[in-house]
């Protein structure tokens, strides 16, 4: 284990270690023209304020420059300087360093460069957008959304373990923290992980997640997690010695509410009903405690190539990469195209891609269904032009039929151009195809 000041210096410093530089050459800057740049608008992040240091907050300058390319798109070109380390902190206008919604022809090239970003928000989001390509870049987190500590003690007729936070990382929030941020306790959906030291990872045939009840501060670095009676089972798993992961919750309620509608969820790469858009050549090494990239409702092709979730180099006391799926795909009406990538130190799945089945929740006329999925009933925003429906008796019979509105008081209510079958003889309504899912939870794997 490095000591806190030479891991201190090196983050301060924001070099890039020999490894770095070598996938950067090697792998970042190697003919990844995924658009052609002829007849773009070109924008230099250094021309908004950017000092790309690894130490001064550039979100003022990124703040600026996603507002020019808003106001020139289509077709530009946002330049990152090679070689500079961006720390970009909270913005106060978005949940991702690059808001890409809405465009269409826009490049983002890092060209080699890193974003140290601030753990309470994503990267990049992509909505409504077309031909948008974000290439060569670095991601990481200062400072994590996670921390992590050695297992010393645990019991489990009570439920609890107890760990000590390594040197480097931080403390948990305390409950008035925890309170400010307009929550009153932990997330009981922000659980945790035991990981083999040795390993690197979750040990096979083990407890996989452990939900945590509240966390308790004995001494110095030194805290109780009592969990859940579901995770009380899972203790028999620990061994001392092990490393407890646990993500730390950043966003506070009325940022939330203010910046995003109030949603937590969205992935550090989020891109929502787009169509022919890339992530290119980007190496992620950390973020925030979510999706390393969800992909929704996209109307045409989604293309990641070469996109790496990676250990970082030089940092050997991280135990995981981040805590979500690697590539979380639903209902998307084509691809994702996924290829050249690598994922690791997931503590979920590399790949989940899926669809969900709709159906009726209530039949409102021989034209009229209003719809649910597995959730209830919701208000669909994708685009839906064709509606098929098959006869639970008759599986093997698909029909279809026209989409001819929906409703403006209640958007889960669609109108079809003609009469559907009897209710009696057609109870399942399935709008798109069932995709597939791969649910298993694998550490690492390359494609």
């Known amino acids: 284990m490095k000591n806190t000041k030479q891991r201190d210096a090196r983050r301060q410093n924001g070099l890039f270690s020999g490894a770095l530089i070598s996938i950067a050459i090697g792998v970042l800057l190697a ?49 990152l300087e090679k070689g500079k380390i961006y720390k970009v902190g909270d913005r106060e206008d978005s949940m991702h360093v690059f808001n890409l919604q809405h465009l269409t022809n826009v490049i983002v090239d890092g060209q080699g ?44 007729q009570e439920g609890w373990f107890d760990m000590k936070i390594q040197p480097g990382f931080d403390l948990f929030f305390t409950d008035e923290e925890l309170a400010q941020r307009g929550l009153k306790n932990w997330d009981y959906n922000l659980w945790g992980a035991i990981i083999d030291p040795a390993q690197r990872r979750i040990r ?27 995770s009380y089972a899972g203790i028999k798993d620990i061994e001392m010695g092990d490393i407890y992961f646990q993500p730390r919750r950043f966003n506070d309620r009325k940022r939330l509410l203010r910046v995003n509608k109030g949603s937590f969820d969205i992935g550090n790469i989020q891109i929502d009903h787009s169509s022919d858009c890339k992530i290119e050549n980007v190496v992620m090494y950390g973020g925030r405690s979510t999706m390393t990239s969800r992909l929704e ?23 995981v990469t981040n805590w979500r799926d690697g590539m979380h795909c639903k209902n998307n009406r084509v691809g994702p195209i996924i290829k050249n990538c690598h994922f690791e130190g997931l503590l979920d799945d590399s790949i989940n891609i899926s669809s969900d089945t709709i159906m009726a929740a209530e039949v409102l006329s021989d034209r009229q269904l209003r719809l649910c999925n597995w959730r209830g009933v919701r208000r669909w925003t994708a685009t839906l032009p064709r509606l098929s429906w098959a006869i639970p008796t008759w599986p093997s019979i698909r029909k279809l039929a026209t989409i001819s509105g929906r409703s403006r008081s209640w958007r889960s209510t669609l109108k079809t151009a ?8 057609c109870r399942m309504w399935s709008l798109g195809r069932f995709v597939g899912r791969s649910t298993t939870r694998r550490r690492s794997s390359t494609m």
């Open 297 to 319: 409702y996209n109307t045409g092709p989604i293309t990641f190539d070469g996109f790496q979730l990676r250990f970082r180099p030089g940092f050997d006391e991280r135990m």
């Open 418 to 425: 003609r009469s559907l079958p009897s209710t009696n003889r």
């Open 31 to 79: 003919g990844c023209a995924s658009a052609s740049a002829a007849g773009f608008t070109t924008l230099e992040i250094s021309d908004f304020g950017a000092v790309g240091d690894g130490k001064t907050d550039d979100a003022a300058a990124f703040t600026q420059a996603m507002q020019a390319v808003h106001e020139k798109a289509p077709n530009v070109v946002l330049k």
């Open 113 to 156: 460069s890193m974003i140290l970003n601030a753990p309470s928000q994503g990267y990049v989001h992509m909505l409504h957008s077309k031909n948008v390509v974000v290439k060569n870049l670095f991601l990481d987190n200062d400072p994590l959304s996670y921390t992590q500590g050695e297992v010393l003690a645990k019991n489990q």
């Open 204 to 230: 096979p045939g083990k407890s996989s997640s452990y939900r945590v009840g509240r966390i308790e501060h004995l001494e110095g670095r030194t805290y109780r997690v009592h969990l859940h009676e579901n």
